[in-house]
């Protein structure tokens, strides 16, 4: 028998890294839901995600040797592929320009069409052996403007010496919201990518992977010629509550040492029919051994009962927690990110360890929501950073309760901005929508912040937010405090 005592620090000692800004992912983190092999592979180009569901992940997993053998072995045509990132969250200024950078050479006159050109040329010159003036972004622009045969030549070169090698070239462009502070000008810059990597698509060994927020996507100009190619490609990032379980586990059984032989004995007692804890077919690294889930990896129900049990309280009319850990840090749109849900059950081992260390169980009903405390206010420090103008339309309505009628909202806002949502100020880009209190409504729809009830048109608030956000509901999730 295994006490929940050493279940829990074996879950606190796991690889939850509840946020990437570029970094390479710990290979024992890697589990990829079916949804995502189709995101993956080389002919989706367009890959649309809200926040939190992996796109800068995949981005730095693909950039990496280790994972994306990894990766290869459950999307083969990408094992011998060369992957470079031409737009990411991590800093790379002779790989493609910061925003400020950005900035300078739209206002010098440059089109974004043609600076993304000069991404794709300084990575692919490199594989032809092709020196090209690359000083300054500038220079590199200046001659793929003046250039345009050359240019033509060298990209088909490098198109030839991958299929010559055996090999496929892909470049991955992500936090492109990082791209400006302006909503014309980014969209702008999405649209010239867009038709950039649709020449490349007449390319048989060179291709782009675009990541783009779901907001980005539905402003973004898709008029141009042929653009409907690349619509068709489209696939949309989702985890359903067995991805994120699955998910889960995969990061359990690759907890160091004494930890990851805690959670896999732990699960081989309560699941024997996986044999997932034995390493077949692992890779190894210079820190440890790789445990890989089984295919046949679908129902983990008995494996959460085993660590939270099946009820949220004394009696089950509160809810089974293996759905409600998830389903309560959903957003307004019904999605639940790995990066919520790892949040919350890190926060709930941490919260039973010092709260109900004599529980039966490793996780206390109480302890998962206070996880989802700690997701929600993740989830709105996130946002922040994003878009900075949502908590100041947000801190006002702090101590609201919904559901409520949007004039209850709309009051609140009037009361902070008498002047009108002119008022309200962002050092990133604004609301799209900001000419009016509809529009503002309409925005944090959009970002699945707020919610417009089917039956009573009253406006209501994912508890991933709300709690965060300081607003309460009858019966529900306690507000963060603070």
């Known amino acids: 028998m295994i006490k929940p005592q050493a279940i829990r620090r074996a879950i606190l000692a796991a690889p939850f890294e509840l946020d990437n800004k570029g970094e390479v992912p710990k290979p024992g983190t890697l589990f990829i839901p079916n949804a995502h092999r189709k995101a993956l592979a080389r002919d989706a180009v367009l890959v649309v995600g809200a926040r939190g569901v992996g796109k800068s992940f995949w981005t730095a997993a693909l950039s990496d040797d280790v994972l994306r053998t990894q990766i290869g072995s459950a999307v083969p045509e990408l094992e011998n592929a060369i992957v470079r ?127 783009l927020r779901p907001d980005q996507m539905r402003r973004t100009d898709t008029s141009f010629v042929d653009a409907s190619k690349l619509l068709a490609t489209m696939v949309e990032l989702t985890w359903s509550a067995s991805d994120l379980h699955s998910m889960l586990w995969q990061r359990l059984i690759n907890a160091p040492g004494e930890h990851g032989e805690c959670l896999r004995e732990f699960a081989g007692i309560n699941a024997p029919q996986y044999d997932f804890f034995k390493p077949k077919g692992s890779t190894t690294n210079s820190d440890h051994q790789i445990w890989k889930l089984p295919h046949s990896f679908i129902s983990q129900r008995p494996l959460f009962y085993a660590l939270a049990g099946d009820k949220m309280g004394k009696d089950a009319r509160r809810g089974v927690p293996y759905v409600w850990s998830v389903s309560h840090l959903a957003d307004g749109h019904g999605w639940t990110s790995p990066r919520s849900f790892l949040a919350a059950i890190d926060m709930a081992a941490e919260d039973s360890e010092a709260r109900y260390p004599d529980y039966e169980y490793a996780l206390h009903y109480e302890s998962l929501k206070r996880g989802v405390q700690k997701a929600s206010k993740i989830r709105v420090d996130q946002v922040a950073e994003d878009d900075d103008w949502v908590p100041v339309v947000m801190n006002p309505l702090h101590g609201l309760n919904v559901p409520c009628e949007f004039s209850v909202i709309t009051d609140a806002w009037q009361q902070a901005f008498p002047d009108g949502p002119g008022q309200i100020t962002s050092s990133q880009v604004p609301p799209q929508h900001g000419e009016s209190w509809d529009g503002i409504r309409g925005d944090l729809e959009r970002l699945g912040i707020l919610v417009t009830r089917m039956k009573d048109k009253r406006v209501d608030m994912p508890d991933l937010y709300r709690v965060g956000f300081g607003l309460g509901r009858k019966g529900g999730v306690a507000p963060r405090m603070g």
């Open 85 to 211: 990132v031409g737009y990411g969250a991590a800093p790379n200024i002779q790989a493609y320009p910061d925003r400020e950078t950005f900035k300078l050479l739209l206002s010098q006159g440059h089109e974004a069409f043609y600076v993304w050109r000069a991404v794709i040329l300084r990575w692919l010159a490199g594989h032809v052996g092709q020196a090209i003036p690359s000083g300054s972004w500038k220079e590199t622009i200046g001659w793929v403007e003046n250039n345009p045969e050359q240019y033509a030549q060298i990209i088909e070169a490098a198109n030839a010496r991958f299929a010559a090698n055996g090999q496929f070239g892909l470049i991955v462009f992500d936090a492109l919201d990082r791209t400006s502070n302006d909503w014309e000008t980014m969209n702008s810059i999405v649209r010239d990518l867009l038709r950039n990597a649709l020449w490349l698509r007449d390319l048989s060994r060179v291709q782009a992977k675009i990541f």
